[in-house]
T-cell receptor, first 114, second 110 residues
């Protein structure tokens, strides 16, 4: 069964803390993504990685960084958490084959910054 | 990235067909049109994709206009489980960077 696993379902952190959100996929997919989802704002792309050590900024990269040292793992880092980063974070991985991009999503991490 | 325009919301009755439109007038010749949906409290899931021809799979059909500036996702018989937000995403063939717009929130009435 296809699996994208995020390290935590719920997380509460303090303002100013460094926060790591981890995502692991077991499908050998080249592409991995981090999104955040907020009511009324939809699903917004933070960062995209198309290979190990390769990344592209999405629509809202400010305040975030990412790391992809191994193909199966994609980490999202909040260098100094702020209350406006309270959100649902979704990780995904996908393959791209003959024009088809089928992405699989993790269960999400609900992050609250207090 | 190609821009898309979808209705914010649509309603359907159970067991009736639903046609979800999407305008993507700035699409390039190498962009595949993908549709995803997001059920309540879940991550998005892939529905269907196509380039020029109409496509069918077990979930839905995709009708693509001849000029490729618009497409329509067709659910042949809507069920309550089809209530979701549906996203239309043009995607470059050699890329893979999925960017979700606002989508169409479909509600299905019994």
């Amino acid at each position: 069964d296809v699996k994208v696993t995020q390290s935590s379902r719920y997380l509460v952190k303090r303002t100013g803390e460094k926060v790591f959100l981890e995502c692991v996929q077991d499908m050998d997919h080249e592409n991995m993504f981090w999104y955040r989802q907020d009511p009324g704002l939809g699903l917004r792309l933070i960062y995209f990685s198309y290979d190990v050590k390769m990344k592209e900024k999405g629509d809202i990269p400010e305040g975030y960084s990412v790391s992809r040292e191994k193909k199966e793992r994609f980490s999202l880092i909040l260098e100094s958490a702020s209350t406006n980063q309270t959100s649902m974070y979704l990780c995904a991985s996908s393959f791209m084959r003959r024009g088809q991009a089928e992405a699989f999503f993790g269960q999400g991490t609900r992050l609250t910054v207090v | 990235d190609a821009k898309t325009t979808q209705p914010n919301s649509m309603e359907s009755n159970e067991e009736e067909p639903v046609h979800l439109p999407c305008n993507h007038s700035t699409i390039s010749g190498t962009d595949y049109i993908h549709w995803y949906r997001q059920l309540p409290s879940q991550g998005p899931e892939y529905v269907i994709h196509g380039l020029t021809s109409n496509v069918n799979n077990r979930m839905a059909s995709l009708a693509i206009a001849e000029d490729r500036k618009s497409s329509t996702l067709i659910l042949h018989r809507a069920t309550l489980r089809d209530a979701a937000v549906y996203y239309c995403i043009p995607l470059y063939n050699q890329g893979g960077k999925l960017i979700f717009g606002q989508g169409t929130e479909l509600s299905v009435k019994p």
